[in-house]
C-alpha cells in the first residue's frame, strides 16, 4: 500500500522551542490515519505544515509522491480537503450559499454543492442561515466545503471538538464512510482515545512533539496484554495446583493472573481446583483500553 503523506525529519521550532521533533509520518492510501495525542502535543502545527500553512523548520513533506514546497503548494492543494481549528462561514447566508462562494471560487461544478449537502446530511437545512445552524450542524458543513472538491485527502484537525455525544456519533459514522464510498484517504486528529478506536484504520501517537508510536490499530491493541484473571477460596493452594499441572500463573493483587486459555483448558483448569476442595469465586477476562496503552506510551507525559 503506497503512502500518500511522507514526512521525514519534519520538525517545528517556535520561539526557540521545538514544538514538532525529528517527526516520521507514513499515511497509507485508503486509511483512516488517526493521529493522536494530547492537547499541545503538536497534532495542528503538523497538520498545517503538511497543508502548508507553517513551514518547517526542518526534513521533508511529501504528498502523493511530491515535495511540499512553494512550487508544488497550489497543485497538491487541489486535491485535499481539510478543516483545521474551527470552520469559517458566514452567519447571514445560508449553509448553501456559503458552499455556492467557496464553489465559484474553486471553479468546481455546481453539482458537487448537492452531493457535497447529501454527503454530510445537511440537504433539508441548506436554506436555513448558518448563524442559526447548531454546532454539530457548523461542523458538518465545514466537512461538506472540506468534501467539495471531491479531494482524494482530507484533513481533519479535532472534528469532534465541543459536539454532543449524538453529533460525535454522527460525524464518525460520517468519516468511517468516506474511504468507502469515495476512495478517500482520512487523515483525523483527535485527543478523544475512544474517537480513534472507533474510526481509525492506522494510529500515531504524538507526545510532546515526537512521534512514540505508528501502525495498525489492530497492532496497537496487541499491546493489550490480555489476560485471565481469576479469584479462589484459597490462592495459594490453587496458584500450586495450577503450577504443578504446567499452567502458567502469578498472584497479583489478590488474583491469579493466567495468560489468555482456550475454553477447554480454563474448564480444565477448574475442574483440577474443584476436585481439590478449592472453591473458585470469579473468572474474568481483561486487557488493557486504549487509554492506558496511551498512558504507556507516553509515559503520561499529559492528562487527558
Same mark, same amino acid.
Given at each position: 500500500?503506497?503512502?500518500? =503523506?511522507?514526512?521525514?525529519?519534519?520538525?517545528?521550532?517556535?520561539? +526557540?522551542?521545538?514544538?514538532?521533533?525529528?517527526?516520521?509520518?507514513?499515511?497509507?492510501? #485508503?486509511?483512516?490515519?488517526? @493521529?493522536?495525542?494530547?492537547?499541545?502535543?503538536?497534532?495542528?502545527?503538523?497538520?498545517?505544515?503538511?497543508?502548508?500553512?507553517?513551514?518547517?523548520?526542518? #526534513?521533508?513533506?511529501?504528498?502523493?509522491?511530491?515535495?511540499?514546497?512553494?512550487?508544488?503548494?497550489? &497543485?497538491?492543494?487541489?486535491?485535499? +480537503?481539510?478543516?483545521?481549528?474551527?470552520?469559517?462561514?458566514?452567519?447571514?447566508?445560508?449553509?448553501?450559499?456559503?458552499?455556492? =462562494?467557496?464553489?465559484?471560487?474553486?471553479?468546481?461544478?455546481?453539482?458537487?454543492?448537492?452531493?457535497?449537502?447529501?454527503?454530510?446530511?445537511?440537504?433539508?437545512?441548506? &436554506?436555513?442561515?448558518?448563524?442559526?445552524?447548531?454546532?454539530?450542524?457548523?461542523?458538518?458543513?465545514?466537512?461538506?466545503?472540506?468534501?467539495?472538491?471531491?479531494?482524494?485527502?482530507?484533513?481533519?484537525?479535532? *472534528?469532534?471538538?465541543?459536539?454532543?455525544?449524538?453529533?460525535?456519533?454522527? %460525524?464518525?459514522?460520517?468519516?468511517? &464512510?468516506? *474511504?468507502?464510498?469515495?476512495?478517500?484517504?482520512?487523515?483525523?486528529?483527535?485527543?478523544?482515545?475512544?474517537?480513534?478506536?472507533? %474510526?481509525?484504520?492506522?494510529?500515531?501517537?504524538?507526545?510532546?512533539?515526537?512521534?512514540?508510536?505508528?501502525?495498525?490499530?489492530?497492532?496497537?491493541?496487541?499491546?493489550?496484554?490480555?489476560?485471565?484473571?481469576?479469584?479462589?477460596?484459597?490462592?495459594?493452594?490453587?496458584?500450586?495446583?495450577?503450577?504443578?499441572?504446567?499452567?502458567?500463573?502469578?498472584?497479583?493483587?489478590?488474583?491469579?493472573?493466567?495468560?489468555?486459555?482456550?475454553?477447554?483448558?480454563?474448564?480444565?483448569?477448574?475442574?483440577?481446583?474443584?476436585?481439590?476442595?478449592?472453591?473458585?469465586?470469579?473468572?474474568?477476562?481483561?486487557?488493557?483500553?486504549?487509554?492506558?496503552? @496511551?498512558?504507556?506510551?507516553?509515559? +503520561?507525559?499529559?492528562?487527558?
Amino acid at each position: 500500500m503506497a503512502n500518500l =503523506i511522507e514526512t521525514k525529519g519534519l520538525c517545528k521550532s517556535y520561539g +526557540g522551542t521545538l514544538r514538532v521533533k525529528d517527526l516520521h509520518m507514513a499515511v497509507p492510501e #485508503g486509511s483512516i490515519y488517526g @493521529f493522536l495525542g494530547p492537547n499541545g502535543a503538536g497534532k495542528s502545527t503538523t497538520l498545517k505544515m503538511i497543508l502548508g500553512l507553517a513551514h518547517p523548520t526542518g #526534513g521533508e513533506i511529501d504528498v502523493f509522491g511530491k515535495r511540499m514546497n512553494e512550487k508544488n503548494r497550489l &497543485d497538491i492543494l487541489q486535491h485535499i +480537503g481539510s478543516l483545521i481549528e474551527s470552520p469559517s462561514y458566514y452567519g447571514h447566508l445560508t449553509g448553501e450559499e456559503n458552499l455556492r =462562494i467557496l464553489q465559484t471560487l474553486r471553479n468546481v461544478p455546481e453539482d458537487n454543492i448537492r452531493e457535497a449537502l447529501d454527503i454530510v446530511r445537511l440537504t433539508s437545512q441548506k &436554506d436555513k442561515k448558518v448563524a442559526h445552524y447548531s454546532l454539530g450542524m457548523k461542523q458538518r458543513l465545514g466537512l461538506a466545503a472540506a468534501l467539495l472538491t471531491h479531494p482524494r485527502l482530507l484533513i481533519l484537525d479535532e *472534528p469532534t471538538n465541543g459536539l454532543d455525544p449524538a453529533g460525535i456519533q454522527e %460525524m464518525r459514522e460520517l468519516i468511517c &464512510d468516506l *474511504p468507502r464510498r469515495f476512495g478517500m484517504t482520512v487523515v483525523v486528529s483527535s485527543h478523544l482515545l475512544s474517537e480513534i478506536d472507533q %474510526m481509525a484504520t492506522h494510529v500515531g501517537v504524538i507526545a510532546d512533539g515526537a512521534l512514540v508510536y505508528q501502525n495498525t490499530i489492530e497492532r496497537l491493541h496487541e499491546k493489550s496484554e490480555h489476560h485471565l484473571a481469576m479469584r479462589t477460596l484459597n490462592n495459594a493452594m490453587a496458584q500450586a495446583i495450577l503450577t504443578h499441572h504446567g499452567v502458567a500463573n502469578e498472584v497479583r493483587d489478590g488474583e491469579i493472573i493466567l495468560p489468555p486459555l482456550e475454553d477447554a483448558k480454563i474448564a480444565q483448569c477448574v475442574t483440577l481446583l474443584a476436585d481439590s476442595s478449592i472453591g473458585v469465586t470469579r473468572i474474568e477476562e481483561r486487557r488493557k483500553n486504549l487509554e492506558d496503552i @496511551f498512558l504507556e506510551l507516553t509515559e +503520561g507525559a499529559a492528562s487527558l
